[in-house]
């Protein structure tokens, strides 16, 4: 089968990107073909499919948003991948184009990518699996848990004020 594997990032920085190359090799190592769809970062792995990754936000080098420029082109630019964005639309039709992906497996999208990115999967008719490991498009704002005195708290996002969840 060939599987699609998006992320907004094609480094390990973090947890979601180990997540994403551990999933990428155990897909390869039972026989299935990965394609990976990333923003072009200099730092990204190497794959010779990165023809098809999208440009930045600000430069190759800046991957958060604090190193991005302020300049009217950079605003502009982050604000069309909050919602639309054709650039993302159009390299999601040429990767499923050229490459034929039987699913599409997405784990994180917003913001570097862009929500379009499912528009052009729905075009070329692609079944989409979303993980949904980040709630920032059902939360007004970020989700947090922390322990105190060994109980856990959930505080704000879509549940409201803080609450203990293990009294």
């Known amino acids: ?3 699609l594997l998006t992320s907004y990032r094609y480094f390990i920085s ?6 994403l190359f551990n999933v990428q090799a155990q897909l390869v190592q039972q026989g299935h073909m990965v394609i ?18 999208v440009r930045p936000i600000g430069g190759r080098d ?10 009217p082109a ?8 909050l919602f639309y964005s054709r650039e993302v639309e159009q390299a999601a039709l040429k990767v499923v184009d050229e490459q034929q992906p039987d699913v599409a497996y997405i784990l994180h999208y917003l913001r570097k990518l862009s929500p379009s ?19 920032a498009c059902y939360a007004r704002r970020p989700i947090a848990c922390v322990t105190v005195n ?13 609450y203990e969840i293990n009294a």
Do not use: W
């Not at 769809?37 to 990754?53: E, H, K, W």
């Not at 060994?150 to 803080?162: F, Q, W």
């Open 150 to 162: 060994r109980a856990l708290y959930v505080c704000g996002g879509i549940y409201g004020p803080a």
């Open 36 to 53: 990976p769809f990333s923003v072009d970062y200099a730092g990204n792995q190497a794959t010779p499919l990165s023809r098809y990754f």
């Open 14 to 19: 973090g947890g979601p990107e180990r997540y």
């Open 62 to 71: 800046q991957v958060y948003f604090d190193q991005h420029g302020k300049s």
């Open 1 to 3: 089968m060939k599987i």
């Open 74 to 81: 950079v605003v502009l630019k982050t604000l069309s991948r």
């Open 117 to 135: 990115l499912l528009v052009g999967l729905k075009k070329r008719n692609i079944p989409i699996v979303v993980r949904l490991s980040d709630y």
